[in-house]
């Protein structure tokens, strides 16, 4: 773990390495303390696979990072978090999120009609 006289010089390292690579927009830095090594991670956020610039944070380095492989574990996480189709996709996701709502209280309220008439035939 950095001292804290170590996190101004490892921030200046990083702005330096963040200002070096201008095509990559940064909207939140993190520092890791855990693994083998100290390392800052600059980046948008978004979906795996999105452009992120993994730093040394002792010597001041970039990291490069392999591309990330659309397997099947990153192609639903990207579905689940509505990464597909944009804000299309994320009301889609609300949208199906509450007909299942729905559904299931709508479901709940038929047994419950029928529970209560005794009938085991159905609702007609």
Not at 4 to 20: H, L
Not at 46 to 65: E, T, V
Request: charged content about 15%; proline content about 10%.
């Amino acid at each position: 773990m950095p001292a804290a006289g170590e996190i101004g010089p490892i921030m200046a390292r990083t702005s330096a390495v963040i200002a070096a690579h201008p095509e990559i927009p940064v909207t939140q830095v993190t520092l890791n303390l855990t693994g083998p090594a100290v390392t800052v991670e600059a980046g948008a956020g978004g979906p795996p696979g999105s452009p992120m610039l993994k730093i040394d944070a002792a010597s001041g380095k970039l990291i490069p990072q392999p591309p990330v492989e659309p397997d099947f574990h990153n192609v639903l996480q990207d579905i689940h978090a509505g990464y597909i189709a944009g804000w299309t996709g994320r009301i889609i996701s609300v949208l199906c999120g509450i007909s299942l709502i729905v559904l299931s209280i709508t479901g709940l309220e038929m047994w419950w009609t029928m529970r209560k008439r005794g009938k085991k035939k159905g609702l007609w």
